[in-house]
């Protein structure tokens, strides 16, 4: 027997780089051997992590950082923007829903990027040859699963959809492959 228990949630984590916390930081010394680091960062499996949509080392903010009076991104501006890129999510899909209304396939409604199919994955990421070449070398040489493919695919769209894009460029590309830390080794 199987019961299925429908829930969405967003998932934030956060996990030291290594036992004592201080792999790759600039100002104290690691004292954890490579072995120790892969150790401890195995203790989540891969399969898990494949899962996960963004990873990434957040290094300790710096005292001249903390104390700057350099002017950033408003938390409004900031709103405004992701306001502007669900909306553009929210009709993308919500086109998708009509146009499918009378199709055997009919697309679930969905309303983010996150939870595009992989048929809407390869109707709304079109790549350029450029960001195909991008993203099979980042398939190649980090040995990124179909699952990590997809992923790279969906964060991709937000961030072209933040930036107000009409399709996904190299750079959304590039920047969102770097969003998966863990698939690189990075603590290896």
Same mark, same amino acid.
């Given at each position: 027997m199987s019961l299925?228990f429908?829930?969405?949630?967003?998932?934030?984590?956060?996990m030291?780089?290594c036992p004592?916390?201080?792999?790759n930081?600039?100002?104290?010394?690691c004292?954890?051997?490579p072995?120790?680091?892969?150790?401890?960062?195995?203790?989540?499996?891969?399969?898990?992590?494949?899962?996960?949509?963004?990873?990434?080392?957040?290094p300790?903010?710096?005292?001249?950082?903390?104390?700057?009076n350099?002017?950033?991104?408003?938390? =409004? @501006?900031i709103?405004?923007?992701?306001?502007? =890129?669900?909306?553009?999510q929210?009709?993308?899909?919500?086109a @998708?829903?009509?146009a499918?209304a009378?199709?055997?396939k009919a697309?679930?409604?969905?309303?983010?990027?996150?939870q595009m199919?992989?048929?809407?994955i390869r109707q709304?990421?079109?790549?350029?040859?450029?960001a195909?070449?991008v993203l099979?070398?980042?398939?190649?040489?980090q040995?990124?699963?179909?699952r990590?493919?997809?992923?790279?695919?969906?964060v991709?769209?937000?961030?072209?959809?933040?930036?107000? =894009?009409?399709?996904?460029?190299?750079?959304?590309?590039?920047?969102?492959i770097?969003?998966?830390?863990? @698939?690189?080794?990075y603590?290896?």
């Amino acid at each position: 027997m199987s019961l299925s228990f429908p829930a969405r949630f967003m998932l934030a984590a956060a996990m030291n780089p290594c036992p004592c916390g201080y792999h790759n930081d600039p100002t104290r010394q690691c004292m954890c051997t490579p072995p120790m680091i892969q150790r401890y960062v195995s203790k989540v499996s891969g399969p898990l992590l494949d899962r996960i949509d963004i990873h990434i080392e957040v290094p300790a903010v710096q005292y001249k950082e903390l104390r700057s009076n350099s002017a950033a991104e408003s938390s =409004a @501006d900031i709103r405004a923007r992701v306001l502007a =890129a669900r909306k553009l999510q929210h009709e993308r899909f919500a086109a @998708d829903t009509k146009a499918s209304a009378s199709s055997p396939k009919a697309f679930k409604k969905i309303f983010a990027n996150a939870q595009m199919t992989t048929q809407q994955i390869r109707q709304h990421c079109d790549l350029a040859p450029e960001a195909e070449r991008v993203l099979e070398r980042a398939m190649q040489q980090q040995g990124l699963s179909a699952r990590a493919h997809d992923r790279i695919l969906k964060v991709a769209r937000t961030i072209a959809d933040l930036e107000n =894009a009409q399709g996904i460029a190299v750079k959304h590309l590039a920047e969102a492959i770097q969003y998966r830390t863990l @698939d690189r080794g990075y603590w290896s």
